[in-house]
């Protein structure tokens, strides 16, 4: 492993774990892949937390808190209509569930809420840290 991404990991760590905006920040300092990062800490034994689509990562599982996205009320046809067609066999990626959220300029929690209303599984994060679908 890339003993600079290492420690630069290292230093960015809360609670012992990294966060996944920190993981992007660090591949977008040092010009990697987010996969190449996420890679890294898992060599490296580093969990991943603090989703930005608010999957996982935010507390005790026993205590309900390790996903704070839930289910929008009203999803908007503009943004249901983006995401079915992003999505495929109910599965949608983490990559283009960012994508609709900027194209939209929406927050990608907002986005990923809609996402859970509309029983789409998030698939393929790009930090790599569930290869095939999310479900909580």
């Not at 630069?8 to 990062?37: H, N, Q, W, Y």
């Not at 996420?38 to 608010?54: F, N, P, T, V, Y």
């Not at 300029?105 to 789409?120: D, F």
């Amino acid at each position: 492993m890339n003993e600079r991404l290492h420690q630069t990991m290292l230093k960015r760590l809360e609670d012992g774990k990294l966060p996944c905006i920190r993981a992007f920040a660090i591949a977008r300092s040092l010009g990697l892949d987010p996969l190449t990062v996420g890679m890294a800490a898992d060599e490296a034994g580093i969990r991943i937390s603090r989703c930005q689509l608010g999957l996982f990562g935010y507390g005790p599982k026993a205590e309900g808190k390790h996903k704070i996205v839930h289910a929008m009320d009203d999803v908007p046809e503009r943004l249901a209509g983006r995401l079915r067609a992003e999505a495929e066999a109910g599965d949608i990626t983490c990559a283009a569930v960012w994508s609709v959220a900027e194209a939209l300029h929406l927050q990608r929690l907002k986005t990923s809420s809609a996402v859970e209303a509309m029983g789409l599984r998030v698939s393929v994060c790009q930090l790599g840290c569930f290869p095939r679908t999310w479900k909580g």
